[in-house]
């Protein structure tokens, strides 16, 4: 019987047939290491398509873990990741290994702060595949200052976004939105529909392709959105607001988004009525001693190896991660979220 | 008055004099959306003074933050 070499450019022939990749696109693809940040809907789609292609580094950093909800559209995870709460950067990097065994892969179940972005200064590619613009905002100043392009994209509903930020060429996300938008006006209460997500996916990995074979004559250079639901497609050419005085990729650039704070951070997850509390000083968590501290309480536990789940008084549920990140489920308000987590964790 | 939105035909009220209140017709917040009038890009400071005119052509792209 013949026995696969999976290493071998046979499995990608079809894409080295393709004439802009060829075979020196192929060898190209295998030398770059791309970082995506968020393993939701577009980090699933966009690290399955760059596994499969065969770029020979992949990062995929995520702060959550399979839920039910996420099956409709997140195309890495399974039935039973949902059921055991697997975190989805650990659930992506096993089915991307299933996947493409000759490649490298790596889960990170973290959140993805200025201090995590700096242990990737040599990345050739960042996808955005995050929920939230404080996250984006610095991934943008992240990328401007290590001269890193990095790939905006987003969706809602049947409407989808997307623009090839590159460092020294095009305008940069601050330059674009002059604030960061209130996190409330960019909550999901709309749902969601596979094709947005895919469409979205399909967008970024193209350009990404594009950028890690070097073809950078065929990147796109607009905006793009459209409205799968509703026939509409748009594109601006916004090289125009490129501002020089951009505190991020403007003449004096200051980074604002990557200074850290030091202190406990609380933020709302968009659309899932869930506040997630940072400590501010990140420390692993023992999570059998805290099992153990709840379960004395009289609470309801549930436990894997990588988070602790707490049925708390109704509505309100926790999870505790090993990186002590917790998630106070059940509201959005960040100040009840706070008195919740300083009941169990102090001050 | 009739404008081309993102490549469709569209009729909206006559009482829209900027790009401004054009926006709050559609249920647009300003701050996130980027627009380009008859091939131009607004200045996001002047929605509230840029002029619409009928039949102007305007691609309306709008930030989101899902993923
Ligand atoms: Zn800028």
Not at chain 1, 243 to 272: E, I
Request: with cysteine.
């Amino acid at each position: 019987m013949h026995e696969p070499n999976y290493d071998s450019f046979k499995r990608y022939s079809r894409q080295i047939l393709f004439q802009p990749i060829g075979k020196n696109g192929q060898e190209k693809l295998k030398e770059k290491h791309v970082l995506i940040i968020g393993a939701g809907a577009l980090g699933s789609g966009c690290a399955e398509i760059l596994a499969r292609s065969g770029v020979g580094t992949l990062t995929i950093a995520d702060r959550d873990y399979v839920e039910e909800s996420n099956l409709q559209r997140q195309q890495l995870y399974t039935e039973e990741d949902a059921s055991t709460s697997l975190p989805k950067a650990y659930a992506a990097e096993q089915r991307l290994k299933q996947i493409n065994q000759s490649i490298e892969i790596s889960g990170l179940v973290t959140d993805v702060t200025p201090e995590v972005l700096e242990r990737f200064s040599d990345v050739d590619l960042i996808i955005d595949a995050t929920d939230n613009f404080d996250t984006r905002l610095s991934i943008n100043d992240f990328c401007q200052k290590q001269n890193i392009p990095w790939i905006y994209g987003a969706c809602l509903g049947s409407y989808g976004i997307s623009y090839n930020f590159i460092p020294g060429k095009t305008p940069c996300m601050s330059c674009l939105l002059e604030q960061i938008p209130l996190t409330g006006a960019t909550c999901d209460s709309e749902g969601i529909i596979a094709p947005a997500v895919q469409m979205v996916t399909s967008i970024q990995t193209a350009e990404a392709l594009k950028i890690l074979t070097e073809n950078w004559d065929s990147l796109r250079t607009t905006l793009l959105s459209f409205d799968l639901w509703n026939n509409e497609r748009s594109e601006i050419d916004v090289s125009v607001l490129k501002t020089d005085s951009c505190l991020s990729c403007g003449a004096n650039p200051d980074f604002p988004y990557l200074k850290y704070q030091h202190q406990t951070k609380a933020a709302v997850l968009c659309g899932r009525n869930t506040v997630q509390i940072r400590p501010g000083s990140p420390h692993q968590a023992d999570l059998s001693h805290w099992e153990s501290v709840f379960q004395g309480l009289g609470y309801n536990t549930r436990r894997n190896s990588y988070l602790l789940s707490v049925s708390l008084e109704k509505p309100y549920r926790l999870v505790c991660f090993l990186d002590g990140r917790v998630f106070i489920h059940g509201t959005n308000d960040i100040q009840k979220a706070k008195s919740i987590y300083y009941r169990f964790f102090g001050s | 008055m009739n404008l081309v939105i993102n490549g469709q035909q569209k009729s909206v009220s006559e009482h829209i004099r900027t790009i401004e209140e054009l926006m709050n017709e559609l249920k647009l917040n300003p701050q996130l959306v980027i627009v380009e009038q008859n091939g131009q890009v607004i200045d996001k400071q002047s929605y509230s003074v840029a002029p619409v005119n009928e039949g102007d052509q305007l691609e309306l792209v709008k930030f989101v933050g899902g993923g």
